[in-house]
């Protein structure tokens, strides 16, 4: 029996054939490959969460501005300085090998995402304040979710929809309290109408995105989106006959100091973050992280708004990082 045993079982362990080689050859690229694909999800969701946190700090300074500058010239200069800002990183830089349908569909994204998304963005922002914007916001992974099976085949593992659910409801558990009446109920339907709004260009602006940073670099994608942009708002403004007229205000030197820092936190760090989120990650997964902003409103309103936190916002925010942990539990799935 020892005989047969060692017949059997010593050899091949002493004298490896060259099937076996090729054998472990195959099992060490598939691990690698695992783990690369680990290490590009996650990257994915910290870029996601760090813009989460950037757009939540921008939001308060954008909101402090908002009632002395219209929602269109804060876009318009919020989107120059953000690409002075690129430019300046991207110098010198060769567009010529991005393709036509990458460069048309990162336009598309810039022209519904950033000009009319980030402008009907601001208008809700002015008429329900940050809090309420920032939970119509948490309707944007569903719409992007459902975008992104629709038009991109994508395939999210029902535990990582678990995650992405939970995110939602602890987001909108933890502002629903804090949402306070408005008593101008004019004023409320004009900013959901605008929101809802928001919303839908927002979701389809990250799925235009999503095709176009395929085989183009988030910076070089970032710049294209807002080049477009700013090419749409100066048309809308001439159109008008009010460009001057949005950007007047930034005469005041004080405005002017709170947009180029919420510019530069938001529309440059915050915006370039979403996109390298998107092409690491899932669509549907960057755009539920990126809803997280409203759990960063949290800290940062007892720093900067002196305000005091609810254990019902404890409560929403533990249930809202639990299914960011639930997310991240599936990256080795797929």
Not at 179 to 194: A, C, L, M, Q, W
Not at 236 to 263: E, F, H, S, Y
């Amino acid at each position: 029996m020892r005989a047969i045993f060692s017949k059997c079982y010593s050899a091949p362990c002493c004298h490896s054939t060259g099937a076996d080689n090729y054998q472990d050859r195959s099992i060490t690229t598939q691990e690698l490959n695992i783990i690369s694909q680990f290490q590009s999800h996650l990257l994915g969701g910290v870029a996601a969460l760090t813009s989460a946190f950037l757009w939540a700090l921008a939001a308060i300074l954008f909101r402090r501005i908002g009632d002395s500058v219209s929602a269109m010239g804060i876009n318009l200069a919020k989107g120059i300085v953000a690409l002075i800002c690129l430019g300046a990183l991207l110098i010198p830089a060769d567009f010529s090998q991005i393709s036509s349908d990458s460069m048309t569909a990162l336009a598309l994204s810039g022209l519904i995402g950033i000009c009319f998304g980030d402008t009907l963005y601001f208008l809700t922002l002015v008429r329900l304040g940050t809090k309420k914007t920032l939970l119509l916001g948490a309707l944007i992974p569903v719409t992007t979710a459902l975008l992104a099976v629709m038009f991109l085949g994508e395939r999210v593992a029902l535990i990582a929809w678990l995650g992405i659910l939970m995110t939602i409801t602890g987001v909108t558990y933890v502002l629903w309290q804090r949402v306070p009446e408005n008593d101008n109920h004019e004023t409320k339907r004009s900013g959901i109408f605008y929101g809802l709004l928001f919303v839908a260009a927002n979701a389809l602006g990250i799925i235009a995105a999503k095709i176009g940073v395929t085989d183009v670099p988030a910076l070089e994608a970032t710049f294209i989106r807002q080049i477009f942009a700013i090419a749409g708002l100066t048309f809308w403004g001439l159109m008008l006959r009010d460009l001057m007229g949005w950007v007047k205000p930034l005469k005041n030197p004080q405005l002017m100091k709170t947009l180029l820092i919420a510019a530069v936190i938001g529309a440059f760090l915050g915006t370039w973050l979403s996109i390298v989120a998107l092409k690491y990650t899932h669509a549907a997964v960057a755009a539920t992280l990126n809803s997280t902003s409203p759990l960063f409103i949290l800290p940062l309103a007892v720093l900067m708004l002196k305000e005091r936190i609810s254990s019902r916002e404890i409560l929403g925010a533990f249930i809202a990082v639990s299914g960011v942990g639930l997310y991240f539990s599936t990256l080795n799935m797929g």
